[in-house]
């Protein structure tokens, strides 16, 4: 009882808090939220609402190929945005694909946190060799495209992995190189903000009553240096799923089996100029506009908790 009394008390103070006043204030921002939770709980509940399953073999139909969009010439009511080569109905491989990239962009930008994190944290209570060994690999993997570090662990996974399991490993190969290509910027503002929190008081009372520097570092000074760490993470989260869709599209990404957004707008390139422009464009749309919209809440997120804005 008392547990769900403070979650009311908590509720209601965020409701008159000034980031819950920001987010009713801007419009751009609730429009980018509804669309956001929206094409979450779509690819959530995907496979009990798509018409569809498009990972199933049994359920297409050659004959159904190339079906344009119920409102061309030819369409047919059964599938409202067409079909492509396969016969899969576009409406469900949005839906499934853009669960398939949700759940890589969200793998991949929690394990680079966590990663970061970790990392930034020692790096900047610590100090010395272990910091500056931390931040001189961080500064050597800033300098290569987060796409060819990617690329790399890809391909070096592909070549140690058996063939038969690339398929079923695909998904926690593209998180893992991914996420451990993006851990620098979380490292580097977790270590700079640590370096200021380490010198606080109340650091160094916990220092006096003999608390060790393990638990310093998790219970007294990471919950102070989570702030930014949420902007980034929103960010990270756009980027993360346009890098998933750009090692789809290069064919490095996920299984034909199992397409994501990037693996579907690989597939309809190739008939772009043959007409049959919806087996790319509907794709590109849906990626594009949640891209956009998360990185509007990150915008947003970063404006309502800096201090200085307010």
Do not use: C
């Not at 949640?290 to 997120?301: C, Q, S």
């Amino acid at each position: 009882m008392q547990a769900i009394t403070r979650s009311i008390d908590s509720f209601y103070r965020f409701l008159d808090s000034d980031v819950y006043y920001s987010f009713r204030s801007s419009k751009i921002t609730m429009v980018a939220a509804a669309f956001t939770v929206l094409s979450f709980l779509a690819a959530i509940f995907s496979p009990w609402i798509a018409p569809q399953n498009p990972f199933d073999p049994a359920a297409l139909d050659l004959l159904d190929a190339f079906t344009p969009p119920v409102w061309e010439g030819g369409g047919n009511a059964k599938y409202l945005l067409g079909t492509d080569d396969q016969g899969r109905d576009m409406l469900s491989a949005l839906l499934y694909g853009a669960r398939i990239s949700l759940v890589v962009g969200f793998g991949a930008t929690i394990f680079a946190l966590v990663l970061g994190v970790g990392l930034g944290l020692v790096a900047g209570y610590v100090g010395g060799m272990i910091d500056g060994f931390i931040m001189r690999v961080a500064d050597i993997q800033i300098s290569f495209p987060t796409i060819l570090i990617a690329l790399l662990i890809n391909g070096i996974a592909r070549g140690i992995l058996p063939k038969e399991a690339h398929d079923e490993m695909a998904l926690y190969v593209l998180i893992f190189a991914i996420g451990i290509s993006s851990w620098v910027q979380f490292a580097r503002t977790v270590r700079g903000s640590t370096m200021v929190e380490k010198n606080k008081e109340y650091v160094q009372a916990a220092r006096v009553i003999g608390r060790r520097r393990g638990t310093i570092m998790i219970k007294h000074v990471l919950p102070n240096v989570m702030g930014p760490v949420l902007v980034i993470g929103t960010i990270n989260l756009a980027i993360a799923i346009l890098s998933e869709s750009a090692l789809s599209f290069l064919g490095v990404g996920s299984p034909p089996t199992e397409p994501s957004l990037g693996t579907l707008i690989n597939v309809g390139f190739d008939f772009l100029f043959s007409g049959e422009w919806w087996i790319v464009i509907f794709p590109g749309i849906v990626l594009a506009t949640l891209v956009l919209a998360v990185n509007l809440l990150g915008d947003w997120l970063r404006d309502a908790l800096n201090p200085k804005l307010r």
